[in-house]
């Protein structure tokens, strides 16, 4: 069973989609990952500047150099701190007054997220003291910027590039494809001699089309010996039947010689039915030619038909030519007429008029009807509805599948619709 959900889109676009999301999802997995780790790393390096600041102070304050700071404030009050060398480097603690020492009061820094904080404990000539340090952050959140300020425009591009790149290059790979598709739809036949071209690369497409080749050729030798064996059918069938006919139409009259021309009569319109059934499947050429398709309703119309009680009454219009095959129209209207005859109470309606680009022409009877639920049906292969038309004696049920196959044939189209009293049957064929 198919499922509802198969794509409705191309190869060549399905494929641009996917590996357009497989290079996006790629490139967002790694510009995350390289975002992350340059963060990190600058985050490292900011803290490593800080501890190398911290433990540089350390250095001097254990060593004793520089042996002054500059500064103003209060010696020895809780909480106060010797001011390094370095700005961004602080003292913290009760250090007591040694010469050469200037105490100034300072206070610790407040967390903060543009910096980076080292703090290092040092035993001091003077006392304990806590040595903190700091880098500045913003080097890392300016390099973080510009790489954003790359990546967001930069994705986004290199994403259509890779589209741009990957709809041409499978394009290209389809190119092939798309030409052994043409070749076949154009392959009818008429024309099986035709083959698909085969493209110089030893890759898979190429396998197709030699493949599709070789199946050509059988199909070309299977369809060979299906008109052969419907020439020799058509032949071997219609000469002992002809022969019978002749035989039973010179024999003494008696009613046993007129029921074996009957079914002689029903044999024979069997064995053309099926013969042209036939003819049909093997999508046989048809003639191109102009038909007065009204001329044609008239002669058939006017017919003789067994059932001499139902009248055939005529709405014909002029000047209604089509393009196709006499004689296959002609049994249109034929099967159409006799299916309305043998069905109908007292009369049968033939009207054929232009409507458009189309001519429609109309089979209407005054008999039963066609259910809604078997419209469809009648129009199949062998299909008799006698529970609904008893007086379908004389039919094979092949009448209406000639009508559609060969309406069909010429670009037309029949149905069954609500006649005023019966049922009727609308066949529409282009004009031109």
Do not use: C
């Not at 510009?146 to 499978?170: E, F, M, N, S």
């Not at 085969?198 to 070789?214: G, K, M, Q, S, Y």
């Not at 002029?318 to 009369?347: C, F, M, P, W, Y």
């Not at 008893?390 to 092949?398: I, P």
Request: aromatic letters at 2%.
């Amino acid at each position: 069973m198919t499922s509802r959900f198969v794509p409705r889109f191309s190869v060549r676009l399905r494929a641009t989609l996917a590996a357009t999301a497989i290079v996006a999802v790629a490139l967002g997995v790694s510009s995350a990952a390289l975002v992350g780790v340059l963060r990190g790393s600058l985050q490292d390096s900011a803290a490593d500047e800080a501890a190398r600041r911290a433990a540089i102070t350390a250095d001097m304050l254990v060593t004793g150099s520089p042996p002054v700071t500059v500064g103003t404030g209060e010696p020895g009050s809780p909480g106060t701190a010797v001011e390094a060398v370095d700005p961004d480097v602080v003292i913290i603690g009760k250090p007591a007054v040694a010469p050469g020492k200037v105490l100034v009061m300072r206070k610790q820094w407040a967390p903060s997220g543009t910096y980076a904080v080292a703090t290092q404990p040092v035993d001091t000539a003077v006392g304990k003291v806590l040595v903190q340090a700091r880098a500045s952050l913003q080097p890392a959140a300016a390099a973080l910027a510009t790489l954003q300020a790359v990546l967001l425009p930069g994705i986004p591009a290199l994403l259509l590039l890779v589209a741009l790149l990957t709809w041409l290059a499978v394009g290209r790979a389809l190119a092939p494809v798309s030409a052994i598709r043409r070749e076949l739809a154009d392959i009818t036949t008429s024309d099986l001699h035709r083959r698909v071209p085969v493209p110089p690369a030893r890759d898979e497409i190429a396998r197709l089309a030699a493949t599709t080749n070789r199946t050509l050729d059988r199909f070309e030798h299977a369809v060979g010996r299906h008109r052969r064996f419907v020439a020799d059918a058509a032949h071997e069938l219609r000469s002992p039947l002809a022969v019978l006919r002749t035989r039973l139409e010179i024999a003494p009259p008696q009613a046993l010689t007129t029921e074996a021309l009957s079914d002689v009569d029903r044999i024979q319109r069997l064995t053309s039915d099926l013969l042209l059934l036939a003819r049909l499947d093997a999508d046989e050429p048809p003639e191109h030619e102009e038909v007065d398709l009204g001329q044609v309703a008239a002669e058939e119309a006017a017919r003789a038909r067994p059932r001499t009680d139902v009248r055939v009454v005529l709405d014909i219009s002029s000047e209604i030519v089509v393009h196709g095959s006499g004689d296959q129209l002609r049994r249109v209207v034929a099967n159409l007429v006799d299916n309305a005859v043998r069905h109908a109470e007292t009369a049968v309606l033939v009207r054929l008029v232009r409507q458009g680009g189309d001519a429609v022409l109309e089979v209407d009877d005054d008999g039963p009807g066609i259910p809604v639920e078997h419209r469809e049906a009648v129009f199949d292969r062998f299909t008799r509805l006698d529970e609904a038309r008893d007086r379908d004696a004389g039919g094979s049920g092949l009448g209406l599948a000639i009508v559609r196959d060969v309406v069909a044939r010429h670009g037309g189209s029949v149905v069954v619709v609500d006649g005023p009293l019966g049922a009727r049957l609308r066949a529409r064929v282009p004009i031109g």
